[in-house]
């Protein structure tokens, strides 16, 4: 395999900002901040799943390979980096809106310094309330739990801390 230039490590950065995350469609995997770059030899796209088990990983490397190989980018692998274990803390300020215009509560930035299991206030996605409670840690996907506004009474995923 050929090393990348600069050049072309942009070009795969623009593709990938185009890949949708398979589980929350509204962002991109680069919103979520799981592309951790381009190694430029061997070239290869390095993603770091939001948790080493989730079940998304390998729908994400599908959808990757696809956006490569259509973009002209098949010499160039994809390989998962575990460490540093992926942070909420990736997710891009576009991630952050585009969740919650979705109606996802988006974590706070900041975790590491802050209380891992979110308990701040939690602005409801659909009111903007934060007459809010944690229902269940377990939501619609293992990254998230399931919160209930107490204004609106509307159910909603928040992004757990970690």
């Not at 995350?21 to 770091?48: K, M, Q, S, W």
Request: with cysteine; net charge negative.
């Amino acid at each position: 395999m050929r090393a990348i230039d600069a050049a072309a490590t942009a070009r795969i950065m623009a593709v990938l900002d185009d890949v949708p995350d398979p589980e929350i469609p509204a962002v991109t995997i680069t919103d979520l901040g799981i592309i951790r770059g381009v190694r430029a030899d061997p070239p290869a796209v390095l993603v770091t799943p939001t948790y080493t088990g989730c079940p998304a990983t390998l729908a994400i490397a599908a959808s990757i390979r696809e956006a490569l190989d259509r973009a002209g980018f098949a010499n160039v692998g994809i390989e998962t980096v575990l460490s540093p274990p992926w942070s909420t803390d990736w997710i891009s300020e576009r991630g952050r809106e585009r969740l919650e215009i979705y109606g996802i509560a988006p974590p706070p930035k900041g975790v590491a310094a802050g209380n891992i299991r979110g308990n701040e206030p939690v602005s409801c996605p659909q009111c903007g309330s934060v007459e809010t409670r944690e229902v269940s840690r377990f939501g619609s996907t293992p990254c998230k739990a399931l919160w209930c506004c107490l204004s609106c009474l509307e159910p909603f995923d928040r992004f757990k801390c970690h």
